[in-house]
């Protein structure tokens, strides 16, 4: 169909046949909102994603700034609500700016990864043959690998920034999405809309991007929601080796690398960071549990 | 099952080559960076380059890479520049530290996670069912280095029971099995939320099969349906589950051994990752895929010994 005709279908079509989609989105959150895990979960979610954004308004003070008289008594007291860390610095800012790098690197990692492996996945499970084989294996060998001492290896080598960091979890993470999109278009390719597709002499992209992805795409959403929350904690695995965010920028992670030798004297320092990253993946983790419990009842 | 052995071998074969050149690929970028490591910043151009020609870094990729593999092969690992020891005895010192770490918390994952995954399964939608079902995803949520930290908050901080870390060496007045308990507890509560899952859906679904209907219309107890029907069809699929579960104890042991300055494996790699020690971050790298792809091949073997049906 060319762009036109659908324009022309769309404004043409009258205003009944619209509210469908709608009404079932409305449907899908409803039942989104019933399960309590999904409800506990994306509230959890929203939540840290309204104090990410919000971070430049509602920290009290810049994220990098010294208070030296705060240094003597670092522990949480009127004018810093979490305490201060070993540099004075204002823990309740830090972790609020600390929030948007890691929640715009973990979701774009997992849309490389999702698009990545969709793309192996849909070849290799609809082309089969060699090319299917070679890519599964491949994947195995990438997934044979303990990533954490690939992660060091690359990091290690190529220096640390945001755009490594989603490069290496992209590529790791692409063969696990791929594995699933493969054993789902192997069951779809023999569907009828499929052999229909080929009567009509579309090409093999289009049948995999059109016909076999949409329906795939139950099992990946709820993949990529909990690969999201794996991604949180491998940044903040990374932060606190030493090979994640560069300082000073807050990040969780580091945060918690640089002061969890002082957790005899000041406990808050690592314990405010370990809960702000806690809480945020349990957050996705529960959304998929709920989404999955959604899946299973339709 | 000897078509088999000769597949997962050559498997095995064919990664360790690909992970093996790969790593090496990766420090070829920059053949001048190990020279300057070792002589520090202040060295001139002239010095670095006159060390590179000695060490024979100068040399094609591949030449290096098949003379390294000869080396190996003949069971010379190289020397590390990081711990002025020969790689050999760095790394099965280290590896060594780690086995004990991993096999504690193994022995303990294992039993754990069958009898909260048991009990949650015979009884799907049960209120215990969901309360296991909300504690181990919470506890899989929470990263390793967190739950360090919360576990060392109350039991060192807090309630002065146990030492904040596990050197290993007999100093500080704690015993060794004082020194492992966090590091273990760290990493059985973080890998078996995974295999709870796992374990309790699988039992779940083999609630639902005829047979076990048939065994308690036939009057047995339920304990003996469990035990006796249940359980055993119900490990199939976690056996492979917990097999697979090495590659993430690794991970998981490389961060443990972080927080508790754990003189293993993982921190090895890191400190030699760190300071370009490529003749150990590549034993490492291919000890730790040898590993991985060998307790794979194992859980494959556990499962055709489990499963009659697939035997044949």
């Given at each position: ?150 992660y060091m290896i690359i990091l290690a080598h190529f220096g640390s920034s945001?755009w490594n960091?989603?490069g290496v ?73 030493g090979i994640?965010?560069p300082p000073p ?50 | ?19 093996s050149f790969l790593v090496f690929t990766l420090n070829e970028f920059s053949p001048g960076a190990v020279a300057r490591k070792l002589l520090g910043a202040y060295a001139t151009q002239e010095q670095v380059e006159t060390l590179t020609k000695q060490m024979g870094l100068d040399r094609p990729l591949l030449v290096r890479y098949v003379e390294y593999l000869g080396t190996v092969?003949?069971?010379d690992l190289g020397y590390s520049q990081r711990f002025k020891l020969p790689v050999?005895?760095v ?177 090895m790699m890191l400190e030699a990752a760190l300071f370009k020690d490529i003749a150990l971050v590549e034993a490492g790298a ?27």
């Amino acid at each position: 169909m060319s762009a036109p005709a659908t324009a022309e279908v769309l404004s043409a079509s009258p205003p009944a046949t619209r509210v469908r989609p709608h009404a079932r989105w409305r449907r899908q959150v409803d039942a989104l909102l019933e399960s309590t895990p999904a409800a506990v979960g994306l509230a959890i979610v929203l939540a840290w994603v309204a104090l990410a954004i919000l971070a430049p308004v509602i920290a009290p003070y810049p994220p990098n700034a010294n208070d030296l008289g705060a240094l003597a008594r670092p522990t949480p007291s009127r004018a810093h609500w979490l305490g201060t860390d070993q540099l004075g610095r204002d823990l309740l800012s830090r972790i609020l700016w600390g929030a948007r790098p890691v929640l715009v690197i973990a979701p774009l990692a997992v849309l490389g990864a999702a698009a990545l492996g969709s793309l192996l996945g849909l070849a290799a499970g609809y082309h089969g043959r060699w090319i299917g084989v070679v890519i599964t294996r491949a994947c195995d060998i990438v997934l044979s690998f303990p990533v954490i001492i690939l992660y060091m290896i690359i990091l290690a080598h190529f220096g640390s920034s945001a755009w490594n960091i989603i490069g290496v979890l992209t590529l790791t993470k692409a063969p696990i999405i791929a594995r699933i999109v493969r054993g789902m278009t192997l069951d779809l390719r023999e569907r009828e809309y499929v052999a229909a597709a080929k009567m009509r002499g579309e090409s093999a992209l289009y049948i995999m991007l059109v016909e076999i992805l949409p329906n795939a795409r139950g099992p990946l959403l709820v993949d990529m929601c909990l690969r999201t929350g794996y991604n949180i904690v491998i940044i903040g695995v990374l932060g606190f080796l030493g090979i994640g965010l560069p300082p000073p920028d807050p990040d969780w992670g580091g945060m918690v690398k640089d002061t969890y030798g002082m957790m005899t004297v000041w406990p808050h320092m690592s314990l405010f960071p370990c809960a702000a990253i806690s809480s945020l993946v349990i957050g996705f983790n529960l959304l998929a549990v709920g989404l999955r419990e959604i899946g299973l009842r339709d | 099952m000897a078509r088999f052995f000769v597949k997962h071998t050559l498997f095995l074969l064919l990664t360790l080559f690909v992970v093996s050149f790969l790593v090496f690929t990766l420090n070829e970028f920059s053949p001048g960076a190990v020279a300057r490591k070792l002589l520090g910043a202040y060295a001139t151009q002239e010095q670095v380059e006159t060390l590179t020609k000695q060490m024979g870094l100068d040399r094609p990729l591949l030449v290096r890479y098949v003379e390294y593999l000869g080396t190996v092969a003949s069971g010379d690992l190289g020397y590390s520049q990081r711990f002025k020891l020969p790689v050999k005895d760095v790394l099965f010192k280290h590896l060594a530290h780690t086995a004990v770490l991993a096999a504690v918390a193994f022995a303990c994952i294992v039993p754990f996670s069958m009898l909260l995954g048991v009990t949650a399964g015979m009884r799907e939608g049960s209120r215990l069912d969901r309360g296991i079902l909300m504690f181990s995803t919470i506890v899989a949520s929470i990263p390793e280095f967190a739950l360090g930290v919360f576990l060392a908050s109350v039991f060192v901080v807090w309630l002065g029971w146990l030492p904040g870390t596990a050197t290993l060496l007999p100093g500080g007045g704690w015993s060794l099995p004082a020194q492992l308990v966090l590091p273990v507890a760290v990493i059985v509560l973080f890998d078996s939320g995974y295999v709870v899952s796992m374990v309790r859906a699988s039992m779940v679904e083999v609630m639902q099969r005829p047979f076990i209907r048939t065994a308690v219309l036939k009057g047995l107890p339920f304990r003996s349906v469990i035990l006796r029907h249940a359980v055993r069809n119900a490990m199939l699929t976690p056996i492979t589950v917990i097999m697979l579960q090495i590659n993430y104890l690794v991970a998981g042991v490389v961060v443990v051994e972080t927080v508790f300055a754990y003189p293993g494996f993982g921190r090895m790699m890191l400190e030699a990752a760190l300071f370009k020690d490529i003749a150990l971050v590549e034993a490492g790298a291919l000890v730790a895929v040898g590993l991985a792809v060998i307790t794979n091949i194992l859980g494959d073997v556990a499962y055709v010994l489990l499963d009659p049906r697939i035997r044949a």
